[in-house]
């Protein structure tokens, strides 16, 4: 798996853009922004799980459980947070640097609620 192979602790968008994406990825972009920010914009395919949630121990939505994870927010500061409780779960996890506003710097696409193109909050 990803996350062992060269032990990081940090992606940056590019690479996570990367692993997430594609026919076959190598892990599950989890979004831990909170339900507001995951509506207004999040990149295509990405999971959502509130920080919020995780910290109140909030089980990992399905389709991300037992799968290694990158950890995605607005800026990198949540989502390194989320990577610590996965972590101590026993998550394969690492954050990515600069969050959502280093993957819309980068011109990555973002989809909204209704599946358009959509802003990040």
Same mark, same amino acid.
């Given at each position: ?18 692993? @997430? ?6 892990? %599950? ?66 954050? %990515? ?6 993957? @819309? ?10 599946? @358009?193109?959509?802003? @990040?909050?």
């Amino acid at each position: 798996m990803f996350l062992f192979r060269r032990r990081e602790q940090r992606l940056s968008v590019d690479e996570a853009r990367t692993r @997430t994406s594609g026919d076959r990825p190598e892990a %599950v972009l989890l979004d831990v922004r909170e339900k507001p920010e995951w509506r207004a914009g999040h990149a295509p395919g990405a999971v959502h799980a509130p920080l919020s949630g995780l910290a109140a121990g909030a089980a990992l939505p399905e389709e991300a459980r037992g799968l290694p994870l990158a950890a995605i927010c607005r800026s990198g500061h949540r989502s390194q947070q989320a990577a610590k409780i996965l972590a101590a779960r026993g998550a394969q996890v690492v954050d %990515v640097k600069g969050g959502m506003n280093a993957w @819309t710097a980068a011109g990555y696409p973002v989809v909204g609620e209704r599946g @358009t193109s959509g802003p @990040t909050a």
